[in-house]
């Protein structure tokens, strides 16, 4: 980045930045300057901060709804409600004790695909890998296995851009992991 108070670009100067990735910015005020980097500081944080929440998992937690079981394996397909947080597709699934039971292979609304649900709405949920009756039953509550690592991430780096509902989630589902193990994720 160049930063130019109360000086003129160069023509040859001003096409050849104009074909690299430097970013100029020049006034005659600088208050003005001072506001210009500002806000170019702000608009690289988030992008970096949406760089990092579309490839990590973040938290989620639901409940799996009476009367709506509509396959009981292979992949288990149960309605939901999300509580908290967010559920993806290809996420590991987790019970309240911390064991994994299968991993999210398909979200459906109103009979659409879709890759996420946020908290409030009701999914139909494809879980491979588990059984209703044996490891999951209606009315039971099952968080998103974060991995140890995007924990660290999620805790630590971008705690404060996280919703009031993920913080909660996250905040469950740190001390449930951390009940065996207290410096997981640490």
């Not at 690299?20 to 006034?27: A, F």
């Not at 170019?40 to 760089?51: C, F, I, M, N, P």
């Not at 659409?112 to 044996?134: H, L, Q, Y």
């Not at 805790?155 to 469950?172: A, F, G, V």
């Amino acid at each position: 980045m160049l930063i130019g108070f109360n000086v003129k670009v160069h023509p040859d100067a001003r096409d050849f930045l104009q074909e690299s990735t430097v970013k100029v910015l020049t006034s005659d005020v600088i208050y003005r300057l001072v506001e210009d980097y500002q806000k170019y500081v702000k608009e690289q944080q988030e992008l970096a901060e949406k760089k990092i929440f579309e490839t990590i998992i973040r938290p989620g937690k639901f409940k799996i709804l009476p009367g709506c079981v509509f396959r009981q394996s292979k992949p288990a397909v149960v309605g939901v409600r999300v509580l908290g947080g967010v559920v993806r597709t290809n996420a590991d699934v987790m019970l309240e004790n911390g064991t994994v039971i299968g991993k999210i292979k398909g979200l459906q609304s109103d009979g659409e695909n879709i890759p996420s649900a946020r908290v409030g709405k009701e999914v139909a949920m494809a879980i491979d890998g588990a059984t209703v009756g044996r490891q999951i039953k209606e009315e039971d509550v099952l968080y998103i296995n974060v991995p140890e690592r995007h924990a660290k991430v999620l805790e630590h780096e971008i705690y404060n851009s996280l919703s009031t509902d993920e913080k909660e989630t996250l905040d469950i589902f740190l001390m449930l992991k951390r009940k065996d193990n207290p410096f997981w994720a640490k």
